[in-house]
C-alpha cells in the first residue's frame, strides 16, 4: 500500500470515536482499481489487535436484483451453515444463535426461517402480521443482527461494492445508519464514485475519496514489485504515463513486463534485453491483463470458464461445467493462482477462488467471443438446474441470469420459468423493486408489451402480468396504482374470457394496497366482473363484496352502490359466524361512512369492528379496527381515547 497514510489515518481516528462509543460510518469511494480493497486489508491489519467484532457484506453484480443477498449471505455464515445440513439441523443452529440475540425468538425464528428457506417445526406458529409490519419487524432483525455486540465489543462492519447493492439491502443499511451514532460501531462502506448515497447527509459520516498516485508514489510502488531493482528509465516513464496513477494498472503493467521476455535482472536493475518496439507496453488495464492471460495458454479458458461463473466460485461448480479432467483442471487453476489472477481457499473438492480484482474478472470475461461466452453462460445454467439444484430452488435469480445471457432463441422457456420463479421468491419477502426487475424481464424477452391495455394473451403471460402488478401494488406511489390494478387487470380478464373463473377469482382477491380516496383505478370494475364469475356459495364472496363496496364508495362515488354490497357483505359474514369478514367489512364500512360525511356511523363501526378483536384472534384485523377507531376518535377531538 503506496501513498494512503493520510487516508489510514482518519481511518484510524473513526476507529477510535467508535470504541468509545461514538458510532462512525465512511464512506470510502474511488474508481475501479485504485486501491480501495488493498486500503481496507491494511486497516483491517493495523485493527487486528484491537477488540473488534469483524462483520462483512460483499455485494455482487450478479445479484443486484436478488433480495439481501449479501446480507444473508453473512447471516448463513454467522449461523455456521453447511450446504449438506438437513433442515432440522439448520434450523437448530437458527434458533440456538438468535437465542442470544436481543430480539424475540420465536418471531425472530420465524422471520429468518422465511428469507433462508428452512423450513418451520410446528412449536413455531405462523406470524400473524400483515406484510408491512412482517418486512419492518425482519429489517428491524437484521439490522439488530448486524449491530449486535452482545460480545461486548465494538463491531467493525465492512461493506464491499455498495454500488452492486440490491435496493432491499440499502434499506436495512439506511436503518442501520440510523442507529450507528449510539453504538461503538464502525461501518466502512465502500462503492465507486458513481454511487450515490441514498442517505441524507450525517455528521457521523465521513467520506473518502481516494485519488490516484503521482508520479512519485507510482515510482515507488514499482519499485516494491521489483523487488528494489530499477527498471530502465524508459520503461519507466512508459509505465508511469499509461497507468496514469491507477495502482492496479501499475501493478498489471510491472507484472506483465517482469513475466515477459523484454528485461533482462542484471544485479541489482532490469535492461532491456533488445530495442522497445512502440507497442511492446499495452495503452489500457485492459490490453495488459489480456496479455498476461494469452501467456497461460491453455489456463486461459479456465480463466474465462471462471469469469462467466462471477467474481468468486468454487472448485465443484467449475468442474462439473469444464470438460478437462480433475487432473487438468486443477493444473490450470493452480497457474492461475499462482499467476495472481485467482485466490484460493481451501483445497479441492472443497475449494473456493476468487479473482484478485473485479477488473482481472471482467477482462477475461470480455476476451470472449460473443459465441463463446453465450455456450458458457447456458451450460453454466444447464449444469445448476441439473446438478446443483438447491441453488436452482434457493436462488433461480442465478439461473435466470445465466439464461438471459446465453442465446435467447435456445433457451428462452428456461429463462421466463427461472425469472418467475426468481420473482415470486422475492414477493414472498416483500422485495417489490427486484420482484418486478424479474417479471418485467422474462415479460419483455416474450414481447409482451407492459403497458398495453389488452388482457394476456395465454397463461403464462398472465402469471407474469399478475406478479408484475403485485410488485408495482409495492413499489408505485398512491397516485400512480392505477397502473399497478391494470396489469394485475390483464391477467384477470385472460382468466375472466378463458371462464377459468377459480383462477380469476384468486387474482381478483389479491390485496391491493394504497388504494386511493377519490381516485378512479379500475379496481370497482373488475370486481364488478369477478362478482358475475361466482359460483353459488363461492367462499370469498363476501370479501369481494366488502372490497367491491369500498372501491364504489371511495374512489367511484358510489354511495348507494357501495351500501348494498357493503351490507351483503355484512349479511354474509353474520350469516357463516366470520368474525374476521365482519371485521374487516365494518372497517370498509367505516371508510365509505367517514368519506361520504357521516362521521357518527363511521365511528359506530370502527368500534364494533374493535369489540368483535377478542373473537377473531387475527392481528391483521384487529389492527385495522383500531387504526380506524384511532382515526374516528381523532376526528372527534378525542386523542386521549384515540
Known sequence: MVGREQEVGLLLDRSEQAQEGLGQVVLLSGEAGIGKSRLVE????????????????????????????????????????????????????????????DFPLSEGVSLLAGLLSVPLAERFPPLAMSPEVER????????????????????????????????????????????????????L?????????????RAYVTPIMLSRLTRRLTSEMIGRLTGGRTLPQEILSQVAAKSDGVPIFVEELTRMLLESDLLTEVGDHYELAGPLAPLAIPSTLQDSLTARLDRLSSAREIAQLGAVLGREFTYELIKAVSPLGEKLLGSHLQQLVDAEFLYQRGLPPDANYTFKH???????????????????????????????QDVAETEPELLAHHFAQADPSLVIGKLVKYSQLAGERELSVYAWEEARFHFQRALESERVSLTAPEPATDAESAELLFGLGRALGGVLPLYRIREAIDTIARAFDYYADAMDVDRALAIVSYPIMGI????????????????????????????????????????????????????????????????????????????????????????DKSLLALELASRADNIAAEADAHQQAGSQLLDFGDPEAA
Open 42 to 101: 491494511g486497516v483491517t491489519e493495523r485493527l487486528a489487535k484491537e477488540p473488534y467484532t469483524h462483520r462483512q457484506l460483499r455485494c455482487s453484480a450478479y445479484h443486484q436484483n436478488s433480495a439481501l443477498h449479501p446480507v444473508l449471505e453473512h447471516v448463513e455464515r454467522w449461523l455456521g451453515f453447511e450446504r449438506d445440513d438437513s433442515a432440522d439441523e439448520r434450523l437448530s443452529k437458527l434458533e440456538s444463535a438468535l437465542a442470544k440475540v
Open 136 to 187: 419492518e419487524r425482519t429489517r428491524g432483525l437484521l439490522v439488530a443482527l448486524l449491530l449486535d455486540t452482545s460480545e461486548n465489543w465494538p463491531v467493525f462492519l465492512i461493506v464491499e461494492d455498495l454500488h452492486w447493492a440490491d435496493p432491499s439491502t440499502l434499506a436495512i443499511l439506511g436503518l442501520l445508519l440510523d442507529q450507528v451514532p449510539t453504538t461503538n460501531v464502525l461501518a
Open 189 to 201: 462502506l465502500i462503492s465507486r464514485p458513481d454511487f450515490t448515497p441514498p442517505w441524507p447527509t
Open 358 to 388: 473485479s477488473l482481472i474478472r471482467d477482462a477475461a470475461y470480455e476476451s470472449l467471443l460473443r459465441s463463446n461466452r453465450q455456450e458458457y453462460h447456458q451450460k453454466v445454467g444447464l449444469v445448476l438446474e441439473e446438478q446443483f
Open 516 to 603: 386511493g380516496i377519490g381516485r378512479r383505478s379500475g379496481r370497482a370494475q373488475m370486481l364488478e366482473r369477478a362478482i358475475e364469475l361466482m359460483p353459488p356459495d363461492f367462499q370469498e364472496e363476501g370479501r369481494l363484496l366488502s372490497d367491491y363496496g369500498l372501491a364504489l364508495g371511495i374512489q367511484e362515488g358510489d354511495d348507494n352502490g357501495a351500501q348494498i354490497a357493503l351490507n351483503r357483505a355484512l349479511a354474509i359474514a353474520r350469516q357463516r359466524g366470520d368474525t374476521v369478514l365482519e371485521m374487516h367489512t365494518l372497517c370498509n364500512f367505516a371508510r365509505v361512512d367517514r368519506h361520504q360525511g357521516r362521521p357518527q356511523a363511521a365511528l
